[in-house]
C-alpha cells in the first residue's frame, strides 16, 4: 500500500532512464534530513539505515552492528510518522529488514538517550494505553496472544509448554532443564509441602501445577481464560492420571474460591491492569489460609512506563508490566508483608535467546501455516523482547509475600539453594 504526502511525496513507479523531477529532489532531501535528525537525537547510535535508492548513514566511530533497511518511502513514512508502532509493522510487511543481529540493533536503539522537546511529545503521543482488563476484557486479550494455536507454541517452547521465564543456576542447561529449576524455585520460596493446597492465578498450559503435583504433593486448583491452554491442560492431567490432584478451571481469577496454603501468579499480573492490583490482593487475601504464602512473577520496570506501542496493539493487548512501587498496592491495603524480591532480568534475556533460536529453526514451518507477515512479526517479538531485558528496560520479579501474623516461617533463605 502507498501513501501520498505533501511533504514527503509519493511512491509511483518511474520509467527507466527517468530523472527525478524538482518536487522530487526536495521531497528526498528533506527525507535524508529528516533521517539524519532522527538518528542524531538517537545519540548516533551503532546501526547504519539504508534507503532503496543506495543512500546510507552510518553510526559516527563505530563499526555497525547492523543495517537497517528501508526498501521503499511510504516504509521512511511509516518510520519517520509512527515510530515504534511504524517500524513493527513496516518490519513484518518487509518493508523494513535488518541485515545483521537484530538482536544487537534493537538492544542500540533501547539504549539511545531519553528524547526531550517535541520528541518527547511525539513519543507519548505514539505510545498507547494498554486495553482494559476487565473481566471480558481480559478474556478477549489472552484470547488474542495464547489462542493462536498450541501448535505454534510447541514449535519454540519447551516440552512442558512454559511460556515464563526460565531460571538458569548453571549457564550451559538447557531450556528444558532451566524451566524445571525456575519451577523447583517457585515451589521452594513458597515452601510447599505434602498436602498443601495451592491456588494458582493464570497457569498457561498447565505445567508449573503439575510440577507442584507430582513432585511436591501439592494439590492444585488453577484459573485461566485462555480456551485452549486450559483444554490442553486438562486433557494431559487426564491422561497421565493426576487429575484428581489439579484442576484447571475456566474462569477469571477474581472468581478464585476456596481456602489455600499457598497462592501462586506467574506471568498473569502483566495482564490484570494497575487499576486492579488491590483488587488481586484482596483474592489473595480471600483464599489465603492464616500462615499460607504467596508468589507473584511478572515482567516489571525500574520505573513506570507504558507499554511498546506496537507490541501492545498487534502481540499483548492490555499488557502493562508494573513497578516494584506500583506492585505495592497489592500487598498494602491487604496488609501482606513481602518477605523476598528477587530480580531475574538476565535469566529471561537467555530464555528469549533460547526461545527465538528455535522459533528461527521453525521459520519455515511458521511462514507455511500463518504466513510471511505474521513470522516477521513474532520473530521481531521475540528478538524485541529479549533485547530489551538486555537493555534493561524490561526487568522479571519474583515477590514472596504472607499476613503480617504469619510467625511460621524460615528464618534464612538456605531453604531456596539446598
Known amino acids: 500500500m502507498t ?10 513507479p518511474k520509467k527507466s532512464g527517468m530523472t527525478a523531477t524538482p518536487s522530487e529532489d526536495r521531497s528526498r532531501s528533506y527525507e535524508r534530513y529528516l533521517l539524519r535528525r532522527v538518528l542524531d537525537a538517537m545519540g548516533s547510535p551503532r546501526f547504519a539505515v539504508a534507503l532503496w535508492d543506495g543512500f546510507k548513514i552510518s ?12 526498501h521503499s518511502r511510504s516504509a521512511l513514512n511509516q518510520l519517520l510518522r509512527q515510530g515504534d508502532m511504524g517500524f513493527g509493522d513496516a518490519f513484518s510487511n518487509g518493508g523494513i529488514s535488518v ?9 542500540a ?16 503521543l505514539q505510545q498507547r494505553k494498554p486495553r482494559a482488563n476487565t473481566k471480558d476484557g481480559s478474556r478477549e486479550n489472552i484470547h488474542h496472544h495464547y489462542d493462536i494455536g498450541n501448535d505454534f507454541y510447541r514449535l519454540w517452547l519447551d516440552k512442558e509448554m512454559q511460556y515464563t521465564c526460565a531460571y538458569f543456576p548453571e549457564d550451559e542447561l538447557t531450556i528444558e532443564a532451566a524451566q524445571q529449576a525456575k519451577m523447583d524455585h517457585i515451589c521452594r520460596k513458597l515452601q510447599l509441602r505434602p498436602g498443601d493446597r495451592v491456588a494458582e492465578a493464570g497457569c498457561g498450559w498447565g505445567g508449573l501445577a503439575r510440577h507442584m503435583a507430582l513432585n511436591y504433593g501439592a494439590t492444585v486448583s488453577s484459573w485461566n481464560v485462555s480456551d485452549e491452554q486450559v483444554q490442553y491442560a486438562t486433557d494431559r492431567a487426564k491422561a497421565e492420571g493426576y487429575d484428581d490432584r489439579v484442576t484447571y478451571v475456566l474462569d477469571d481469577y477474581r472468581n478464585i474460591t476456596g481456602e489455600y496454603d499457598a497462592f501462586v501468579s506467574v506471568g498473569m499480573l502483566e495482564h ?19 500462615n499460607g504464602r504467596a ?32 506492585m505495592m498496592e497489592i500487598f498494602e491495603p491487604n496488609r501482606f ?8 532480568r538476565l535469566h529471561y534475556a537467555k530464555t528469549l535467546a533460547h526461545w527465538l533460536a528455535r522459533y528461527d529453526a521453525s521459520d519455515e514451518q511458521v511462514q507455511a501455516e500463518f504466513g510471511e507477515d505474521f513470522a516477521r512479526a513474532w520473530r521481531l517479538y521475540l528478538a524485541g523482547s529479549q533485547a530489551a531485558f538486555l537493555a534493561g528496560g524490561l526487568q522479571l520479579f519474583q515477590v514472596v509475600f504472607t499476613r503480617e501474623r504469619n510467625n511460621e516461617l524460615a528464618a534464612t533463605r538456605r531453604h531456596l539453594y539446598s
Open 3 to 12: 501513501t501520498s504526502n505533501p511533504v514527503f511525496g509519493k511512491d509511483r
Open 59 to 70: 553510526p559516527k566511530d563505530a563499526t555497525p552492528v547492523a543495517t537497517v533497511n528501508v
Open 99 to 107: 541485515e545483521g543481529d537484530l538482536v544487537a540493533m534493537l538492544v
Open 109 to 124: 536503539a533501547f539504549t539511545v538517550p531519553e528524547p526531550t522537546g517535541i520528541a518527547a511529545v511525539m513519543k507519548s
Open 272 to 290: 490484570v491492569g494497575l487499576d486492579n492490583y488491590t483488587e488481586l490482593g484482596g483474592v489473595v487475601d480471600r483464599c489465603l489460609t492464616q
Open 295 to 326: 508468589l507473584v512473577h511478572t515482567i516489571g520496570r525500574n520505573r513506570p512506563r507504558l507499554m511498546n506501542a506496537w507490541i501492545e496493539k498487534r502481540i499483548f493487548p492490555g499488557a502493562y508490566p508494573p513497578t516494584i512501587k506500583e
Open 337 to 344: 508483608s513481602v518477605l523476598d524480591v528477587e530480580n531475574l
